[in-house]
């Protein structure tokens, strides 16, 4: 005779196996069936270790008063770096990152593909370098889904815990607003002189940081745009939470010396939802201190960064720079940066707790953003550091996806209608839009 549960047994035995998938690590690995071409993940095995730096003598902002000399402290990184990996015999792919959400009394569990302090591969390189630089706050593992894929492609990725500006350790904004270039000037030296050969490190003779690429999430992209040449505007430096004693001057574009300091090394960027633009941070005579190819990424109905008057001003803006704005229609502020919210931001019933909005889109789901980032930033550099030409034809498209036609035969052949983007599925380039402009007048 078969027993039927009783009400309250089955909605506590639903409650228990919801409470159990929760428990399981989220997967920053995932690359959906609707993902574009290159998302796939590459043929190389992924390595992750954490390493730690320390930059002498920065200004302490936190500390410093209006008037008075400007203390000075050492500011502590930690560091995670992805990079191509050579695995001993039976060492399987995979491993668990262990951080925290937006609640730092939330414990988190993320699952991907690297291997703890694997060693990284003999063979190829010197290996380009990408640095990541997440927004306020966050952490170092936001965008790991990009730093696991792009690693496995032949990058070396390192991504920075910003001080004052993680989750667990936010403080007032004026440190963010000072130090975000920095830092990430910073770890660009650091790991060239990892990547030095003699160094001592596990990358000697591995890394070119000669070729480098930035990815930068709201504050980060924020910080990118200062340091590929968008000096800071006057008004800033005096505007409400900046930092004493005009210290932004340092990087504004009126400084000569500012100006002669661009990092050549940098070779390309992507700013993702840069903040900044809506706030009067930059102006006409900034932006056009870029001349660094860069690719904007941004949510049509971003609320934070904006958009009109934000990320597309800035994009528009930047008129010495070859540049592209890539738009989620519809999207906020979370558009592609953010991993996928961490199972530990839903109650045993699937609600939503604290952490959750950092991550989730009301719109568009994360990992499709995600894997739609992946497939850009490949293309963007393998185009700007391997020097691969043959990428470009994955930006050389019509600007809106929702007019794109799609027109194969049932071999896959293009036929003399075909019209989609390179590397999109049929039906999947629809709420995208692609944009380009380039340096000079015609850009304007």
């Known amino acids: 005779m078969r027993t039927l549960l009783r009400p309250c047994a089955a909605s506590l035995?639903?409650?228990?196996?919801?409470?159990?998938?929760?428990?399981?690590?989220?997967?920053?690995?995932?690359?959906?069936?609707?993902?574009?071409?290159?998302?796939?993940?590459?043929?190389?095995?992924?390595?992750v270790r954490t390493i730690t730096a320390v930059d002498r003598q920065r200004p302490d902002?936190?500390?410093?008063?209006?008037?008075?000399?400007?203390?000075?402290?050492?500011?502590?990184?930690?560091?995670?770096?992805?990079?191509?990996?050579?695995?001993?015999?039976?060492?399987?792919?995979?491993?668990?990152?262990?951080?925290?959400?937006?609640?730092?009394?939330?414990?988190?569990?993320?699952?991907?593909?690297?291997?703890?302090?694997?060693?990284?591969?003999?063979?190829?390189?010197?290996f380009p370098l990408v640095i990541l630089s997440h927004g306020y706050p966050g952490s170092r593992y936001l965008l790991s889904h990009l730093g696991e894929n792009l690693a496995s492609k032949g990058f070396v990725v390192v991504s920075i815990d910003h001080a004052d500006s993680t989750y667990d350790d936010q403080q007032a904004f004026a440190s963010t607003l000072y130090n975000r270039p920095f830092d990430q000037l910073f770890v660009l030296d650091e790991m060239a002189r990892l990547g030095a050969a003699g160094s001592?490190?596990?990358?000697?003779?591995?890394?070119?940081?000669?070729?480098?690429?930035?990815?930068?999430?709201?504050?980060?992209?924020?910080?990118?745009?200062?340091?590929?040449?968008?000096?800071?505007?006057?008004?800033?430096?005096?505007?409400?939470?900046?930092?004493?004693?005009?210290?932004?001057?340092?990087?504004?574009?009126?400084?000569?010396?500012?100006?002669?300091?661009?990092?050549p090394r940098v070779k390309a960027a992507i700013a993702i939802g840069p903040w900044g633009m809506q706030a009067g941070l930059w102006d006409a005579a900034g932006l056009a201190g870029i001349r660094t190819p860069v690719l904007f990424v941004a949510g049509s109905v971003d609320d934070i960064s904006g958009y009109a008057r934000g990320v597309r001003a800035m994009f528009e803006g930047a008129v010495n720079a070859d540049r592209y704005l890539l738009t989620f229609v519809n999207a906020n502020h979370n558009a592609a940066a953010p991993h996928e919210a961490p199972a530990e931001t839903l109650d045993a019933t699937g609600r939503a707790v604290v952490g959750f909005t950092?991550?989730?889109d009301p719109v568009w789901?994360?990992?499709?953003?995600?894997?739609?980032l992946q497939h850009f930033a490949t293309a963007y550099f393998d185009r700007h550091l391997k020097g691969d030409q043959g990428r470009q034809a994955y930006f050389d498209v019509l600007p809106k996806g929702s007019e794109a036609v799609y027109a194969v035969d049932r071999d896959g052949v293009p036929q003399p209608a075909h019209t989609y983007w390179k590397g999109f599925k049929r039906g999947t380039a629809v709420g995208l839009i692609l944009e380009h402009l380039p340096p000079g007048p015609d850009g304007r």
């Not at 789901?365 to 739609?372: A, E, F, K, L």
């Open 365 to 372: 789901d994360s990992v499709r953003m995600n894997n739609i």
């Open 13 to 47: 035995l639903l409650l228990v196996l919801a409470a159990g998938a929760l428990a399981q690590p989220t997967r920053i690995d995932v690359v959906t069936p609707l993902a574009p071409d290159l998302a796939a993940f590459g043929p190389q095995a992924v390595g």
């Open 200 to 263: 001592g490190s596990f990358l000697a003779g591995r890394l070119d940081a000669t070729r480098t690429g930035i990815v930068g999430y709201s504050m980060g992209g924020y910080g990118l745009i200062n340091v590929i040449g968008g000096g800071y505007s006057e008004t800033s430096q005096t505007m409400r939470g900046a930092p004493p004693n005009r210290l932004l001057a340092a990087r504004a574009a009126s400084n000569a010396a500012y100006r002669a300091s661009i990092d």
């Open 61 to 126: 902002v936190l500390r410093a008063k209006e008037g008075e000399p400007t203390p000075r402290y050492d500011r502590r990184f930690v560091l995670e770096v992805w990079y191509p990996a050579s695995l001993a015999p039976g060492q399987a792919p995979g491993g668990t990152y262990k951080t925290v959400s937006r609640d730092p009394s939330v414990a988190v569990t993320l699952r991907g593909r690297a291997v703890r302090d694997a060693s990284i591969v003999g063979a190829g390189g010197p």
């Open 358 to 360: 950092q991550h989730a």
